[in-house]
């Protein structure tokens, strides 16, 4: 039997008993206990984060790549802290995991990605985080994995001073002010940051000092929402700036390369009964030195994305239509592309939901689809989709010079994905298993002269499974989040890489957090266990960054009835060697101080 027919055959068979004990487990539950499940909305199985009293203030004064660490299902890439961060979830490439604003999809078509290091913490709800492949139905372009990003001025008065320190040369500064006037509510958040990160680190015996790695970065968020004429309307301002240094790996030091981004984000929605229109205007300018390859690069170039969309929704079904242009000129890519997406989903009955997708893209059209089952079980609901998703060529993939490919296929996804959560009490438990294959895999690949182009060369399985477990008991809250991943590449054109795990996959994730009374305050304890990682597509040894495990102690204290609240922190407790790229060592143990004061109620 094929390799191929050796996976599919372990995956059916690790379904057929997940579904066999699932729909056991379900059929003894009683007939009372039914979810009433009455919009559309509902469709997707997930369990919200647990949050924490230290992870309320942090929050505030994080980037979304350093909070979403406490999550498993997250896998970070990233230089040091405040340097770009990629992420992908559930075993998924990044460019494959969307991040939407309000239902907007603002992944950049330059690179398909979204770099989280510049997305305020603020924006991140407890329920953001969309794994595996029920993560296809998010924007036009998603395959498994997803963020969804939102804030809301609720008109609540509020006025807060935000202050940060960290040991290893960083400050922070922010404000958030909220209220409203008349029947507008308005909300404002303002933020200053920067760090040296300058911190020790270890290479085999000999210590030494991190230098080269700062950062700086501005951002500057407003919403105004109100009701005119029965009409909800919102309006919405992100701007970032930024720089990033980078002096090259621990191998390569002083040959720094330097990242300046500047990006304006304006979003404006009409909602009135079942009919929602958002508009999206983004404009990004990024200048990117770079001294580290065979090649001195300079690059410059100007993004813009335009969007428009419109959502109908009734009791049983949604739609969306949505238009979007975006188009890049400057120093290696010029270009523009128009696509137009169409989304339906249908609540057929009690228990069956249907999706479908289409993207019209270079006078082709994509089409993509998901069949959801949903039991009806309050106690213990269950829920089953599998379908079928694609994610189109990015700008720098197509037309980047001097590596683009405009012969490019599309990426494919199938999928099967099972989700289970039980109740009882105070104790939650979610358990989702996820079974992709990816045809047409798009990888980067070394051409004649130090040059990289992109080619369709894979055909991938991946497995990801994850349980989520939250318990509360009297003053103490325990939450488990614990993730295992199996890839294998099962077809390609490059022999060595043939029967291998996919690059940066852990084999597992599992981080626990434990938080409770300690006199007047909140201790936090959260433990990280990260499992082996290959670098290298052939899975060479020289390439594998080994097992890592760290601890983060916190204690959070307010005082001045609630007016002052503090958080101090202790980063890699155990002061581990971790890295999350070969050769860019983070930073050992550290410390870290979080102060928010509120203005008098």
Avoid: C
């Avoid at 969309?309 to 949604?318: D, G, I, L, S, V």
């Avoid at 994850?466 to 009297?474: A, F, H, S």
């Avoid at 054109?493 to 043939?498: C, D, E, G, R, Y």
């Amino acid at each position: 039997m094929s390799a191929l027919g050796q996976v599919l055959q372990r995956t059916m068979k690790r379904l057929l008993v997940l579904i066999v004990h699932l729909a056991f487990i379900g059929m003894q539950a009683q007939s009372s206990d039914t979810l009433s499940t009455t919009t559309i909305s509902e469709s997707l199985l997930r369990l919200e984060e647990m949050r924490t009293t230290v992870d309320s203030l942090v929050l505030l004064q994080s980037n979304a790549a350093e909070y979403l660490l406490k999550d498993s299902r997250f896998q970070l890439r990233q230089y040091a802290p405040g340097s770009v961060a990629t992420f992908n979830l559930g075993g998924a490439n990044s460019s494959q995991s969307r991040v939407l604003w309000d239902g907007i999809d603002i992944s950049s078509m330059a690179s398909g990605t979204m770099d989280l290091s510049i997305v305020p913490g603020i924006l991140l709800q407890s329920s953001s985080v969309v794994d595996g492949s029920n993560a296809g139905s998010f924007g036009s372009n998603g395959m498994a994995g997803g963020l969804a990003l939102n804030w809301t001025a609720s008109g609540k008065r509020e006025f807060s001073t935000l202050i940060g320190l960290t040991s290893i040369g960083g400050l922070s500064f922010g404000v958030l002010n909220g209220g409203h006037f008349g029947k507008v509510n308005y909300r404002s958040f303002l933020q200053v940051q920067e760090s040296s990160n300058t911190y020790p680190y270890s290479l085999g015996n000999q210590d030494y000092t991190m230098n080269g790695m700062g950062f700086n970065d501005v951002t500057l968020m407003q919403q105004y929402n109100g009701i005119y004429k029965r009409a909800h309307w919102k309006s919405d301002i992100w701007f970032t700036q930024g720089e990033k240094n980078n002096s090259g790996s621990i191998l390569a030091a002083g040959a720094p390369s330097l990242l300046q981004d500047k990006a304006l984000r304006v979003k404006y929605s009409w909602h009135k009964r079942n009919h929602k229109i958002s508009a999206f205007v983004g404009r990004e300018w990024q200048a990117y030195t770079d001294t580290l390859n065979a090649i001195n690069l300079t690059d410059t170039n100007t993004y813009r994305q335009y969007t428009l969309q419109y959502n109908y929704h009734t009791k049983f079904a949604k739609n969306i239509i949505e238009v979007g242009h975006v188009s890049a000129g400057g120093t290696s890519r010029d270009a523009a592309l128009l696509n137009v997406t169409a989304r339906h989903e249908t609540k057929l009955n009690d228990f069956w939901n249907i999706l479908a997708r289409g993207t019209f893209w270079q006078g082709k059209l994509y089409g993509a689809g998901q069949f959801i089952w949903s039991s009806k079980n309050n106690k213990f609901p269950i829920q089953w989709s599998t379908g079928s998703f694609y994610r189109l060529p990015t700008m720098n993939e197509l037309y980047w010079n001097p590596g683009g490919n405009l012969e490019l296929a599309p990426e494919r996804s199938y999928g099967s994905k099972m989700s289970a959560l039980y109740r009882q009490n105070d104790l939650k438990i979610s358990l989702t298993t996820d079974q992709l294959i990816f045809n047409n895999l798009i990888q980067w690949t070394p051409l004649s002269g130090g040059i990289w182009s992109p080619v369709n060369l894979e055909r991938a399985y991946t497995s990801s499974s994850t349980l989520l477990l939250q318990l509360v008991k009297g003053n103490v809250n325990n939450e488990v989040s614990a993730t295992h991943q199996y890839s294998r590449v099962l077809v390609s054109s490059n022999a060595s890489s043939l029967g291998k795990q996919l690059i940066y996959r852990p084999s597992f994730q599992i981080v626990h957090t434990i938080d409770g009374q300690l006199l007047k305050g909140r201790l936090q304890l959260r433990s990280h266990a990260m499992g082996r990682r290959h670098t290298l597509r052939d899975n060479a040894n020289a390439g594998i960054l080994n097992p890592e495990f760290w601890m983060d102690l916190a204690y959070s204290y307010s005082f001045l009835s609630g007016r002052v609240q503090m958080t101090g922190r202790v980063h890699n407790l155990t002061n581990t060697n971790k890295t999350f790229i070969p050769y860019y060592p983070m930073p050992g143990r550290h410390y870290s101080i979080n102060i928010k004061l509120n203005s008098k109620k």
